[in-house]
């Protein structure tokens, strides 16, 4: 019975969201049913649906993972924006600084860059708990602005291509690419950024299973998030805890990094973010902080970022904002669980 | 006030509270309601008062039924309740308090000065005196009571329901509180208590009525009855009140207290009954003592008086800047270790806030029965002990379930669903397990049925008889007389003075624990 | 760097702050009674967009103040239900809400003036009076003429604030609830009330800070245009530890912080003799509430049951 609402509950969270979005597009004037209609039916097709759909849940599973551990640790980190960011930057420059360097070799370091600075991004609010007290909420969302800072600065200053107009840095070396699922798998072609990072994905989601019920390390997460009293009872020490937890959740939020730059865009490219950060938090709540539930959530939010292209390209009014409005109602109903406990208990 | 309760029933979730109850409450008299733990005698009262709402039945209040919805409600009838853990505001004021919810002056403006002197004349009818400028936080226990008493009266309540009134109070404040009583009762009002000491119910009530598991069972004349009358009521059965153990073999010091001083910040992360007192002095003021092993040493006292800081800081769960002195366990200073290290030395810890500091509420028995050995082998294992052993973790809690009688018997379900008793022996059959050499145990059978009572009782007195060094703490003076060998008596943080359990009087302790000399 | 430090920078901090202070007063309400209010950006931002809308079709600063205060009231009433009434997590709401008003404006803006997110421009006359603009008689000091009515408001509704908060029966019972809501409740205070209060006169607060930014600063209402401000007003209340005037003084202080951020562009020089990057310029004010919140939130004590939803039968 409990399985059941677990599976029920975020069903119930989503189908309220697309109801109050309904009445939004009937307020600004298009219908719900053609809005819907596309944001739900370009994901199908093959090879362009499916492929784009996958690609764009990737980084949903990433910030997904990164949230979900944080929240199973007690913490909100709503920083996954900021340490996406400074990760595919810091992947970049190993990329370009060790070009040369045969594939073996450089794409598991620039894999390990991303992670560490995601990791270390991560870990400064944790530690700044940990240390001081001070919310880890405000404190990611001040790293957020600051990362978007600092990493516009070493573009625009340092490593863009001389002449480029654009704000991106230079490519980084041939080696350092992450081939496209493209090249292995029949009937879907290169063009689609379908990559080894959608994989890479896959791997982490079960490894995150792993080290939360698996592991020694996972049990002290979980039982810091859950009572924090009876884990320092237990001899967890709390301090250490929420520093592993900040920066386990940077370094899969900065793994983000991994599939944009080695196998999408080749470079660092300003503003990439299609604000995965955010989403990932959408994502971890729909799943229910479970791996299993990100990959499904995740999926579900690619789907409607997929269709959000064709939803500004073919309605009048309605853009594809729509999708991040659905994405903050499924956050508020997933919130509000109470609501759909079964009435008579007062 | 005469209150009347007719077949008032109510139900939380699974359990059922309050089952067809039928207590009449007559004017003008002390009545005292009396049950185990879990009986459902707050309950009862909380729905006279408004904070809970039957499910079926009715109040009545001088013959006339009543719709009590809420609190507001109640105290617009003239019920008035103190509850056992004081409802106040603790960083404002004692007027603050006692005006709240009935404030004099315009909805614009609060006439404070009107409020003082309202309540300074209160505090002179009854002769509860307290300093209405005064800080909540600041007041001591005793004080803290007056104020709620007070509260209640600001209101006119001419019902009264107190709920463990004397939890916090020294034998010497509780003759104290019972003189106020009498003299409300002298003034018409009608005072009903909660309590589960039958010595008190016997020695200041006209009433009393017994409730086991959500039903009355009995309903007396109290000069009518006798503490043993009451207590087989309250069980259902003749009840030992007698812990059963051959005289101590104490061993070797393994424990060794000496100038342990612990500063208020230190406290932080105590209990609530820790909190009530005042901020500025230290929780724990030059203690020294030793334990043996094969003995058990009983601290007693009335909470609130450093014995929580005390075991936490001998746990390792107090920072060390907090603390001043040394502990000496074995020929190690124990003030290098963590908690997680003095676990592994054989320091078992059974914590008095069970739900806050023993469990995880959500987690399932299984991954409770390794919280403290969850890194080591034999729960964790593979390379570097990181993968946790599922085999081996339920092989352990299947071992503890069964050896300390934890129903249901089932390790995957989670611990919230276990009853107070059952959670308790969870834990001290996790403790119990390690195996310990020296084992800190406090409030062992707080909210825990008379069933379970016993049988913690005679686990404890097997460690000490296996030889293990035990230190309890326990509010209970019966408990602390019946199980220790020797007793210790803290008071505002100081060991007032060590006593001999077999021979020594409520009166002698009672004295202690309010700061007197032997 | 005397070039930074002009008389120009006190009218620049009451500019900047200004916001801030509606803002954290407003949360404060919220906060006291007990309910974390990490929405205070959405508030802001819904507050910003609906000023500038309604400010272009009604041509009346005034009107589209009061609309925003109604907007925000109305999201901080949606707010509080799901918080008080279905006991949600606070912060997760509160992130919810600020997400949706990421997006929201952007779709409506769409709809109403077939824009990409920013509403069309407001002109001058119809924007938020400075105070002389209201007093024209007086002679044209500079703290009339370069100071808004907004801001004086400010100071208005921070004292006002500590009135009620200390001196009436309302915030008496506010705090309680905020401090220990099971008392208040024993005292036959209806708690579940006195939040929704706290909670939507929030919102009215947070809504007129975000309507000075879009036609009292501005002219217009852009996509995300609090840039985290809501979030500095949060921080400001904590370093101020939740008390009306020591609130205040926190946001002056970032807003001063913002200030010198501003007057730094383009005037200070980096030893090389070129500008100073726009990018560390912009980190600033981010980086002073990090390190602000770290010192200082040790010595701050919340009110005791804030972030726990009361729930009497559990």
Known sequence: MSRLRELLFPLGAVLCAFAVGAVVVLLVGDSPIEVYRLLLGSALSWPDGIGYTLFFATPLIFTGLAVAVALRGGLLNIGAEGQLYVAAFATAWVGIKLTGLPSLLLVPLCCLAAMGAGATWGAIPGLLKARFGSHEVINTIMLNFIAVALVGYLTQYHYRLPGDPIMESVPIGDTAHLPRLGSFVPGLPERIPLNVGFLLALVAAWLVYVLLWKTKWGYEIRATGQSPAAAEYGGISIRKEIVLTMAISGALAGMVGINEVLGYRYRYYDGFSDNYGFTGIAVALLGRNHPAGVLLAALLFAVLQRGGVPVDAFTQLVSKDIVQILQALVILFVAAEGMFRVRGKR | ?518 | MGDVFTISLVFSTIRLATPLVWAAIGGLYSERSGVVNIALEGLMLAGAFTAAAVTFYAHSPWIGLASASIAGAVVAFVFAVICIRFKANEVVAGTGINILFLGLPAVLSGALFLSSGSTPQVPRDELLPTVWQIVPAAPPWRILTDVSTISLLALVVVGCTWYVLYRTPFGLRLRSVGENPEAADAAGIRVERIRYSGVVLSGVLAGIGGAYLSIGQSSLFTRNMTAGRGFIALAALIFGKWRPVQTMLACLLFGFADAVTIQMQGVVKMPSGEDVPVQFIQMIPYLVTIIVLAGFIGQSRAPGALGVPYDKEA
């Open chain 2, 1 to 518: 006030m005469k209150l009347e309760l007719r077949n008032v029933t109510k139900r939380f979730g699974a359990v059922l509270a309050n089952d067809h109850l039928n207590i009449t409450i007559d004017s003008g008299s002390v009545h005292a309601i009396v049950g185990e733990n879990g009986a459902g005698k707050s309950t009862a009262m909380r729905i006279a008062y408004g904070f809970y709402t039957a499910d079926s039945g009715e109040i009545l209040v001088d013959g006339t039924p009543r719709d009590i919805r809420a609190p507001r409600d109640a105290i617009a009838l003239g019920i008035g309740m103190v509850h056992q853990h004081f409802m106040l505001v603790r960083p404002m004021t004692v007027t603050e308090n006692i005006v709240l919810g009935a404030e004099p002056g315009s909805a614009m403006s609060l006439d404070v000065r009107k409020a003082s002197g309202a309540i300074r004349a209160l505090s002179h009818e009854f002769r509860l005196a307290v300093d209405p400028d005064a800080i909540v936080e600041t007041l001591s226990v005793g004080q803290q009571q007056r104020v709620e008493l007070l509260k209640a009266l600001y209101r006119r309540a001419e019902l009264l329901i107190l709920d463990e009134p004397t939890a916090v109070l020294t034998p010497q404040e509780v003759e104290e509180f019972f003189a106020i009583l009498r003299r409300m009762r002298s003034q018409g009002k009608t005072v009903i208590i909660i309590t589960h000491k039958l010595s008190e119910v016997l020695a200041i009530s006209d009433r009393v009525t017994v409730m086991r598991d959500g039903r009355v069972v009995g309903d007396l004349k109290t000069s009518q009855t006798s503490a043993a009358e009451l207590a087989r009521l309250m069980v259902g059965r003749d009840v030992l009140l007698k812990v059963e153990k051959a005289p101590a073999n104490p061993g070797a010091t393994v424990l060794t207290v000496r100038h342990l001083s612990i500063d208020a910040a230190g406290g932080a992360s105590a209990s609530r009954a820790a909190r009530h007192a005042p901020p500025q002095r230290r929780r724990v003021d030059d203690v020294s003592f030793d334990v043996r092993a094969g003995e058990i040493v009983g601290i007693a006292g009335v909470e609130g008086n450093g014995q929580t800081e005390l075991i936490e800081a001998l746990a390792g769960l107090i920072p060390q800047s907090h603390i001043s002195g040394s502990v000496t366990f074995g020929d190690r200073e124990l003030r290098l270790f963590t908690a997680r290290q003095r676990r592994e030395l054989g320091i078992a810890h059974v914590p008095e806030d069970r739900h806050r500091r023993g469990l995880l509420l959500e987690f399932s028995l299984a991954e409770n029965a390794i919280l403290g050995v969850h890194y080591r082998p034999p729960a964790a294992s593979g390379p570097g002990t990181l993968l946790l052993d599922q085999n081996a973790i339920d092989q352990r809690a299947e071992l503890i379930v069964r050896e300390f009688d934890v129903r249901p018997a089932n390790p995957a379900l989670p611990a919230r669903a276990l009853s107070g008793g059952n959670q308790q022996k969870l834990i001290i059959g996790r403790e119990f397990e390690l195996p310990p050499v020296l084992l800190l145990i406090s409030q062992p059978t707080r909210g825990v049925d008379i069933g379970a009572i016993e049988f913690i009782h005679r686990k404890i007195v097997a460690m000490r008889d296996a030889g293990c060094a035990v230190l309890l703490v326990s509010a209970e003076l019966e408990e602390v007389t019946a199980l220790a060998d020797r007793v210790l008596v803290l008071h505002n943080g100081r060991v007032a003075g060590e006593v001999n359990p077999s021979t020594a009087t409520p009166e002698q302790i009672g004295l202690l624990m309010t700061g007197g000399r032997r």
